[in-house]
């Protein structure tokens, strides 16, 4: 029998499509399968506390349901047959694991569990680009109403938003299976039509005048890049790990507080402050920074599931900013430009000067750090099918060794329902020392509070070393 994955002509000619402008973007980080992107390591995951009844077989059966539901997790990108395309393969089961975590009464016990199984998940999880379904299953019970339930899908499959989209659609398979209540499951249009629908946006008119827009804005800019502690080795794979870290409930609320008073977002103001911590390390006032945002400007595709995500370069002059208030007025104007005329990535420096992406391409001892803030569809809080559900997203343990990223840094910061922020930075163990991203997020930290205490004070100077 022909393997469709090597044999194009094995499937029907409907199971092929173009790729999305992510998918291709994706392609320019291509490694090999066992490197990179396409590479075991290149992993989202994503882990839940779930309380009620969960039957093994039953969970099977959802799984596979999800499965069938999203075609993103039965696509292959085919790179050896010419010109690079997706083909989606027919459903098949999704591999579940079942295992007992060690017994213990105190919730404040099993909340810890959890987040250390998750942890070992993260630092274990290997999936390629060609292993079909692109998404496995762990359930992780302390007893037969309290479970850990977590799935690993390879990146070229979903992103973060995705993740919360295929929880969604399990709990509701789940109720659908037993035959219990359910609120039904949501017209999802799959990956595909996203790819048709964003060659068709090309040709707009919208699109024309984007292009323009991002052409005139970025010519002439750079990337801000950030020095590492040793030369940069791309000769071998890299070794990513993270460090994770608080902005107390005091930090917070200052940060919202001055959000509302600046007609902004707390985003646009923890954005600000970034590039002013930028400003600080590089001596750089005219800055050119990534933003990663949900790439799902088109109505219809928030139960999408695919690698949906995009980055946006934004550009902030510092100078001439005499407060940090200012800095906000600034950077929430940049932004709220870059968001009405927002392209893909690829698009987006394809008509933009050679410079914006030189300096990160040539230079071996800096890397681009990106921005964003944790974006999830809404998580429903009612029972569905017997059972309740919370993600586990108050991940506070730093780790070696985990998912990959296509490259350089990134930080993430989650506003939490319990009042704080919880934020991580993902980098190269073989560009960065720990004690060096502990020292950028410890400047951080100060720059926000000192920015918070006064917004209305003039900014500080640059350090005089890094």
């Not at 692109?134 to 992103?159: E, G, K, P, Q, W």
């Not at 949501?186 to 024309?208: I, K, N, V």
């Not at 906000?328 to 992406?357: D, Q």
């Amino acid at each position: 029998m022909s393997d469709p994955l090597n044999d194009p002509t094995a499937v029907d000619a409907s199971a092929r499509r173009p790729l999305s402008a992510n998918e291709e973007f994706m392609c320019a980080f291509d490694r090999g399968d066992d490197l990179g992107v396409f590479g075991p390591r290149g992993v989202v995951l994503a882990g839940w506390r779930v309380r009620g009844p969960l039957d093994a077989a039953t969970v099977q059966l959802a799984l596979d349901d999800v499965v069938a539901r999203h075609e993103a997790l039965r696509t292959t990108i085919i790179r050896d047959q010419g010109a690079p395309y997706a083909l989606v393969s027919p459903p098949r089961p999704a591999p579940l694991s079942v295992i007992d975590l060690p017994a213990t009464e105190s919730e404040a016990g099993r909340e810890l569990l959890a987040h250390e199984f998750l942890d070992e998940v993260d630092r274990d999880s290997r999936l390629g680009a060609k292993e079909l379904p692109l998404l496995r299953a762990t359930l992780a019970r302390f007893d037969a109403s309290d479970a850990v339930f977590v799935i690993v899908t390879n990146h070229l499959a979903s992103d973060g938003w995705s993740m919360q989209v295929l929880m969604n659609d399990f709990v509701t398979c789940y109720a659908m299976r037993r035959g219990l209540p359910s609120p039904g499951l949501p017209e999802t249009r799959q990956l595909g039509e996203y790819a048709y629908w964003q060659q068709e946006a090309r040709d707009s008119e919208a699109a024309t005048l984007a292009r323009e827009y991002w052409k005139d804005t970025l010519s002439g800019g750079e990337m801000t890049i950030l020095p590492t502690d040793r030369p940069r080795r791309l000769d071998v794979p890299p070794v990513y790990s993270v460090y994770r870290f608080v902005l107390d409930a005091e930090l917070a609320g200052a940060t919202t507080a001055l959000a509302k008073s600046l007609h902004s977002s707390p985003f646009m103001v923890l954005f600000a402050c970034f590039n002013l911590f930028l400003h600080r390390r590089t001596g750089v006032t005219d800055l050119v920074s990534p933003v990663i945002t949900s790439g799902r400007t088109e109505p219809g595709f928030e139960d999408t599931v695919g690698t949906l995500f995009n980055f946006l370069p934004i550009r902030t002059d510092v100078s001439g900013c005499a407060s940090f208030a200012d800095l906000v007025r600034r950077t929430r104007a940049s932004l709220l430009e870059a968001y009405s005329y927002e392209l893909p990535f690829g698009e987006i420096i394809a008509k933009s000067e050679p410079e914006l992406m030189a300096g990160p391409i040539m230079n071996v001892s800096s890397v681009v750090s990106a921005f964003q803030i944790s974006q999830f569809p809404p998580e429903s809080t009612e029972e569905t099918g017997g059972l309740r559900v919370s993600a586990l997203r108050r991940r506070l343990n730093s780790l070696v060794d985990v998912s990959e990223i296509p490259d350089g840094n990134l930080w993430e910061l989650d506003l939490h329902p319990d009042g704080d922020v919880v934020g991580v930075v993902k980098y190269n163990s073989l560009d960065f020392d720990l004690p060096t991203i502990v020292a950028m997020v410890d400047d951080y930290r100060e720059l926000l509070l000192a920015a918070l205490r006064s917004p209305d004070a003039a900014l500080p100077k640059q350090e005089s070393s890094v």
